[in-house]
């Protein structure tokens, strides 16, 4: 009889295991247990992207400078990332700007759907009268319910 109950408790333990098994796993890719961006959010994450991404191709940060949250995470070319406040982001951008003229710019990847969203793009510029490219690559966190740029790297 014991041995009975045994063997119907291991076979239900199975069935459980089996059963949790089965349901979906949680989407590794936000690597965060926070909720992904409702449809609200990410229409208002695009609207600022929009933003950004004119400002880029204007080489004009101070149509962005908004955006950026207290602290930026920036690095450019091969330079270890630092942490700026916002006046020093909109600062070392605008030197960057000054000496690359940007002649396009586009997004070329955006997710929105994550809870750290990022964009990235190829940015074409004119630099001491030769044309030269790089990859920038941008990333929003939420903060005070609203998105805000907390890495712009250059590459």
Not at 32 to 50: G, N
Not at 57 to 63: E, N, T
């Amino acid at each position: 009889m014991q041995r009975s109950i045994a063997i119907l408790a291991l076979a239900l333990s199975v069935q459980a295991l089996a059963a949790q098994v089965r349901t979906s796993p949680p989407d590794v890719r936000t690597h965060s247990d926070s909720p992904l961006p409702a449809p609200p959010q990410r229409a208002k994450l695009r609207e600022i992207l929009k933003i950004v991404e004119l400002g880029i191709r204007r080489g004009a940060v101070d149509d962005f400078s908004g955006e950026w949250n207290s602290v930026v995470t920036i690095a450019m070319g091969s330079s270890d990332r630092q942490y700026y406040s916002m006046n020093q982001a909109t600062s070392m951008l605008n030197n960057f700007f000054a000496a690359h003229r940007p002649i396009s710019f586009k997004f070329s990847r955006i997710d929105d759907r994550s809870s750290s969203p990022y964009a990235t793009g190829r940015l074409v510029y004119i630099r001491k009268g030769v044309q030269e490219s790089v990859q920038i690559y941008i990333s929003f966190s939420r903060v005070d319910a609203r998105w805000v740029i907390t890495q712009f790297n250059i590459y």
